[in-house]
Protein backbone atom coordinates (compact mmCIF):
# COMPACT_ATOMS: atom_id res chain seq x y z
CA UNK A 1 0.00 0.00 0.00
CA UNK A 2 1.45 3.74 -0.48
CA UNK A 3 1.61 5.72 2.36
CA UNK A 4 -0.21 8.61 2.69
CA UNK A 5 0.93 11.91 2.30
CA UNK A 6 2.47 13.64 4.97
CA UNK A 7 4.98 17.05 6.03
CA UNK A 8 8.23 16.40 7.65
CA UNK A 9 9.64 18.52 9.70
CA UNK A 10 13.09 18.53 11.07
CA UNK A 11 13.55 20.90 14.28
CA UNK A 12 17.48 21.18 15.18
CA UNK A 13 16.59 21.30 19.24
CA UNK A 14 14.52 19.82 21.67
CA UNK A 15 12.07 22.65 22.43
CA UNK A 16 11.70 22.92 19.05
CA UNK A 17 10.69 19.58 18.29
CA UNK A 18 8.42 20.16 21.73
CA UNK A 19 6.68 23.06 20.58
CA UNK A 20 5.84 21.16 16.90
CA UNK A 21 4.11 18.02 18.83
CA UNK A 22 2.18 20.92 20.46
CA UNK A 23 0.93 22.49 18.24
CA UNK A 24 0.15 19.50 15.87
CA UNK A 25 -2.62 18.63 18.58
CA UNK A 26 -1.93 15.32 18.22
CA UNK A 27 -1.57 14.93 14.12
CA UNK A 28 2.27 14.75 14.46
CA UNK A 29 4.19 11.28 15.23
CA UNK A 30 8.01 11.59 16.12
CA UNK A 31 10.47 9.61 13.63
CA UNK A 32 13.28 7.95 15.09
CA UNK A 33 14.45 4.98 13.68
CA UNK A 34 11.23 4.14 11.49
CA UNK A 35 11.93 0.51 11.20
CA UNK A 36 8.30 -0.02 12.79
CA UNK A 37 6.34 3.09 12.08
CA UNK A 38 7.24 3.54 8.30
CA UNK A 39 5.71 -0.22 8.41
CA UNK A 40 2.57 0.41 9.67
CA UNK A 41 1.97 3.67 7.29
CA UNK A 42 2.82 1.06 4.12
CA UNK A 43 -0.12 -0.81 5.73
CA UNK A 44 -2.37 1.90 6.42
CA UNK A 45 -2.68 1.08 10.44
CA UNK A 46 -1.18 4.60 10.89
CA UNK A 47 -1.63 7.53 8.75
CA UNK A 48 0.21 10.75 10.75
CA UNK A 49 -0.60 13.68 9.12
CA UNK A 50 3.22 15.34 10.18
CA UNK A 51 6.30 13.24 10.87
CA UNK A 52 8.83 15.23 13.24
CA UNK A 53 12.51 13.73 12.61
CA UNK A 54 13.86 13.64 16.04
CA UNK A 55 17.75 12.78 14.19
CA UNK A 56 18.90 16.24 15.09
CA UNK A 57 18.11 16.02 19.09
CA UNK A 58 21.24 15.44 20.66
CA UNK A 59 19.94 15.38 23.85
CA UNK A 60 18.36 12.15 22.51
CA UNK A 61 21.77 10.60 21.09
CA UNK A 62 24.03 10.11 24.30
CA UNK A 63 24.99 7.08 26.35
CA UNK A 64 25.89 7.92 30.23
CA UNK A 65 26.67 5.97 33.61
CA UNK A 66 27.24 6.59 36.64
CA UNK A 67 27.90 4.11 39.56
CA UNK A 68 24.46 2.80 40.00
CA UNK A 69 22.94 3.80 36.89
CA UNK A 70 23.12 3.49 32.68
CA UNK A 71 21.21 5.87 30.81
CA UNK A 72 20.29 5.63 27.22
CA UNK A 73 19.30 8.28 24.94
CA UNK A 74 15.70 7.44 23.04
CA UNK A 75 17.37 7.85 19.55
CA UNK A 76 20.62 5.51 19.89
CA UNK A 77 20.61 2.42 17.94
CA UNK A 78 20.87 -1.22 18.96
CA UNK A 79 24.23 -1.63 17.56
CA UNK A 80 25.32 1.51 19.35
CA UNK A 81 24.34 0.16 22.65
CA UNK A 82 26.17 -3.63 21.64
CA UNK A 83 29.16 -1.28 20.85
CA UNK A 84 29.00 0.67 23.84
CA UNK A 85 30.53 -1.60 26.43
CA UNK A 86 27.20 -1.05 28.59
CA UNK A 87 26.54 -5.33 27.38
CA UNK A 88 30.06 -6.45 29.90
CA UNK A 89 27.99 -5.07 33.00
CA UNK A 90 24.71 -6.49 31.78
CA UNK A 91 24.78 -9.97 30.07
CA UNK A 92 20.98 -10.17 29.36
CA UNK A 93 21.19 -6.97 27.15
CA UNK A 94 24.10 -8.26 25.61
CA UNK A 95 22.03 -11.66 24.70
CA UNK A 96 19.09 -9.13 23.96
CA UNK A 97 21.42 -7.04 21.17
CA UNK A 98 22.90 -9.93 19.58
CA UNK A 99 19.73 -11.54 19.24
CA UNK A 100 17.38 -9.01 17.94
CA UNK A 101 15.96 -8.38 14.23
CA UNK A 102 18.90 -7.99 11.44
CA UNK A 103 21.72 -6.18 10.97
CA UNK A 104 20.35 -3.33 8.85
CA UNK A 105 17.57 -3.07 11.44
CA UNK A 106 19.99 -2.69 14.27
CA UNK A 107 21.69 0.18 12.55
CA UNK A 108 18.58 1.60 12.22
CA UNK A 109 16.19 0.64 15.21
CA UNK A 110 16.33 2.49 18.39
CA UNK A 111 15.69 1.71 21.95
CA UNK A 112 13.08 4.64 22.67
CA UNK A 113 11.35 3.74 19.30
CA UNK A 114 11.11 0.04 20.53
CA UNK A 115 9.21 1.10 23.44
CA UNK A 116 7.31 3.67 22.21
CA UNK A 117 5.88 1.12 19.39
CA UNK A 118 4.94 -1.02 22.85
CA UNK A 119 4.50 -4.01 20.15
CA UNK A 120 3.31 -6.88 22.60
CA UNK A 121 6.52 -8.44 21.40
CA UNK A 122 8.74 -5.85 21.86
CA UNK A 123 12.79 -7.43 22.81
CA UNK A 124 13.60 -4.18 25.24
CA UNK A 125 10.84 -4.45 27.97
CA UNK A 126 11.64 -7.43 29.63
CA UNK A 127 15.12 -6.99 29.73
CA UNK A 128 14.51 -3.67 30.80
CA UNK A 129 11.55 -4.43 33.43
CA UNK A 130 14.13 -7.25 35.29
CA UNK A 131 17.09 -3.91 35.31
CA UNK A 132 14.40 -1.78 37.26
CA UNK A 133 14.12 0.70 33.99
CA UNK A 134 12.60 4.19 34.27
CA UNK A 135 11.77 6.31 31.35
CA UNK A 136 12.50 10.02 30.91
CA UNK A 137 9.42 11.90 29.59
CA UNK A 138 9.22 15.41 28.71
CA UNK A 139 6.78 18.13 27.15
CA UNK A 140 6.67 21.82 27.24
CA UNK A 141 4.97 21.29 29.82
CA UNK A 142 8.12 19.99 31.67
CA UNK A 143 9.81 16.42 32.98
CA UNK A 144 8.36 13.37 34.71
CA UNK A 145 9.86 10.12 35.25
CA UNK A 146 7.66 6.42 35.18
CA UNK A 147 8.60 3.51 36.20
CA UNK A 148 8.67 1.27 33.14
CA UNK A 149 6.83 -1.83 34.52
CA UNK A 150 3.90 1.18 34.59
CA UNK A 151 4.56 2.36 31.03
CA UNK A 152 2.54 0.02 28.56
CA UNK A 153 -0.75 0.07 29.01
CA UNK A 154 -2.22 -1.97 26.19
CA UNK A 155 -1.26 -3.09 22.77
CA UNK A 156 0.78 -0.49 21.03
CA UNK A 157 -0.68 1.91 24.00
CA UNK A 158 1.83 3.76 26.31
CA UNK A 159 1.18 5.95 29.06
CA UNK A 160 2.80 8.89 27.23
CA UNK A 161 1.07 11.74 25.66
CA UNK A 162 0.92 13.06 22.24
CA UNK A 163 2.80 16.36 22.95
CA UNK A 164 5.54 14.20 24.83
CA UNK A 165 8.78 13.13 24.01
CA UNK A 166 10.68 9.39 25.61
CA UNK A 167 14.24 11.27 26.07
CA UNK A 168 16.13 8.58 27.55
CA UNK A 169 15.67 5.61 29.86
CA UNK A 170 17.99 4.85 32.86
CA UNK A 171 18.76 1.05 35.02
CA UNK A 172 21.05 -0.45 36.54
CA UNK A 173 23.97 -0.14 35.43
CA UNK A 174 25.85 -4.04 36.72
CA UNK A 175 23.83 -6.91 37.12
CA UNK A 176 25.82 -10.11 36.52
CA UNK A 177 23.16 -12.40 36.92
CA UNK A 178 20.60 -11.66 33.97
CA UNK A 179 19.63 -13.61 31.02
CA UNK A 180 17.48 -13.15 28.35
CA UNK A 181 16.04 -16.25 26.08
CA UNK A 182 13.79 -16.24 23.68
CA UNK A 183 12.41 -18.75 20.96
CA UNK A 184 11.42 -18.01 17.38
CA UNK A 185 10.80 -19.35 14.26
CA UNK A 186 14.47 -18.53 12.34
CA UNK A 187 17.17 -16.96 13.59
CA UNK A 188 17.60 -14.42 11.26
CA UNK A 189 15.24 -11.14 12.40
CA UNK A 190 13.98 -13.17 14.71
CA UNK A 191 10.63 -11.83 16.32
CA UNK A 192 9.83 -13.78 19.59
CA UNK A 193 7.54 -16.42 20.08
CA UNK A 194 8.06 -15.79 23.41
CA UNK A 195 10.97 -14.40 24.76
CA UNK A 196 12.09 -13.92 28.98
CA UNK A 197 14.51 -12.14 31.04
CA UNK A 198 15.26 -13.00 34.62
CA UNK A 199 17.72 -11.27 36.80
CA UNK A 200 18.33 -12.42 40.87
CA UNK A 201 20.44 -11.51 43.88
CA UNK A 202 21.64 -14.34 46.11
CA UNK A 203 23.21 -13.78 49.55
CA UNK A 204 24.28 -16.68 52.02
CA UNK A 205 22.96 -19.36 49.68
CA UNK A 206 19.41 -17.88 49.12
CA UNK A 207 17.69 -15.54 47.00
CA UNK A 208 17.33 -11.90 48.44
CA UNK A 209 15.63 -10.38 45.24
CA UNK A 210 14.29 -12.17 41.84
CA UNK A 211 12.86 -10.97 38.42
CA UNK A 212 11.05 -12.56 35.58
CA UNK A 213 9.31 -10.73 32.89
CA UNK A 214 7.72 -11.90 29.52
CA UNK A 215 7.02 -10.68 26.26
CA UNK A 216 5.01 -12.04 23.36
CA UNK A 217 2.90 -14.01 25.57
CA UNK A 218 -0.01 -11.26 27.13
CA UNK A 219 -1.40 -8.04 25.65
CA UNK A 220 1.67 -5.96 26.78
CA UNK A 221 5.37 -6.85 27.86
CA UNK A 222 4.76 -8.48 31.87
CA UNK A 223 7.13 -8.48 34.89
CA UNK A 224 5.66 -11.30 36.33
CA UNK A 225 5.28 -10.34 40.50
CA UNK A 226 4.19 -14.19 41.12
CA UNK A 227 8.03 -15.11 40.44
CA UNK A 228 9.77 -13.01 42.77
CA UNK A 229 7.09 -14.23 45.35
CA UNK A 230 7.68 -17.89 44.68
CA UNK A 231 11.72 -17.54 44.61
CA UNK A 232 12.50 -15.20 47.90
CA UNK A 233 14.42 -17.21 50.05
CA UNK A 234 14.33 -20.26 48.23
CA UNK A 235 17.66 -21.79 47.89
CA UNK A 236 19.05 -21.21 44.09
CA UNK A 237 18.96 -24.84 42.08
CA UNK A 238 17.09 -26.59 39.52
CA UNK A 239 13.96 -27.26 42.05
CA UNK A 240 13.32 -23.74 42.55
CA UNK A 241 13.99 -22.82 38.70
CA UNK A 242 11.30 -25.43 37.88
CA UNK A 243 8.93 -24.10 40.85
CA UNK A 244 9.35 -20.46 39.07
CA UNK A 245 8.77 -22.09 35.66
CA UNK A 246 5.67 -23.50 36.90
CA UNK A 247 3.81 -20.24 38.11
CA UNK A 248 4.44 -18.49 34.68
CA UNK A 249 1.81 -19.58 32.67
CA UNK A 250 -1.12 -18.52 34.77
CA UNK A 251 0.26 -14.26 35.18
CA UNK A 252 0.21 -14.95 30.91
CA UNK A 253 -2.66 -14.01 28.63
CA UNK A 254 -1.37 -15.48 24.55
CA UNK A 255 -3.27 -15.54 21.56
CA UNK A 256 -2.49 -17.52 18.65
CA UNK A 257 -1.27 -16.45 15.54
CA UNK A 258 1.34 -17.59 12.60
CA UNK A 259 4.11 -17.53 14.61
CA UNK A 260 2.28 -20.00 17.53
CA UNK A 261 -1.13 -20.33 19.51
CA UNK A 262 -1.55 -19.81 22.86
CA UNK A 263 -1.16 -23.55 24.47
CA UNK A 264 2.71 -23.45 22.52
CA UNK A 265 3.43 -19.77 24.03
CA UNK A 266 2.46 -20.92 27.55
CA UNK A 267 4.75 -24.12 27.15
CA UNK A 268 7.47 -21.85 25.39
CA UNK A 269 7.04 -19.83 28.53
CA UNK A 270 8.21 -22.18 30.64
CA UNK A 271 10.74 -23.36 29.17
CA UNK A 272 12.41 -20.17 28.57
CA UNK A 273 12.01 -19.11 32.04
CA UNK A 274 13.46 -22.35 33.76
CA UNK A 275 16.76 -21.88 30.94
CA UNK A 276 17.00 -17.87 31.49
CA UNK A 277 16.96 -18.71 35.25
CA UNK A 278 19.89 -21.51 34.76
CA UNK A 279 21.77 -18.97 32.50
CA UNK A 280 21.67 -16.50 34.82
CA UNK A 281 22.18 -18.25 38.27
CA UNK A 282 25.50 -19.74 36.43
CA UNK A 283 26.69 -16.08 35.15
CA UNK A 284 26.27 -15.23 38.95
CA UNK A 285 28.16 -18.18 40.28
CA UNK A 286 30.81 -16.86 37.58
CA UNK A 287 31.29 -13.71 39.11
CA UNK A 288 29.93 -14.22 42.76
CA UNK A 289 30.80 -16.88 45.86
CA UNK A 290 26.88 -16.83 46.27
Known amino acids: MVIQPFEYLTPKTLPEALALLEEKNGAAHPLAGGTDLLVLMKLGKMAPKFLVSLRNISELNSIKSTTLLSTIGAGVTVSEIADSGLCAHNPAMADLVQQMATLQIRNRATIGGNLCTAAACADFPPVLFVNDATVHLVS ?85 AEAAQTALSQKPNDATWEAIAKV ?43
Open 140 to 224: TEGFRDVELKHFFTGPRQTIKKTNELLVSISFRKSNIGTAYMKFGMRKAGNIPIVGVACSMDIKQGRIRDLKVAVTAASPTPMLI
Open 248 to 290: IPDCLAPISDLRGSVEYRLHLAQVATRRALQKAYARYTGAFDA
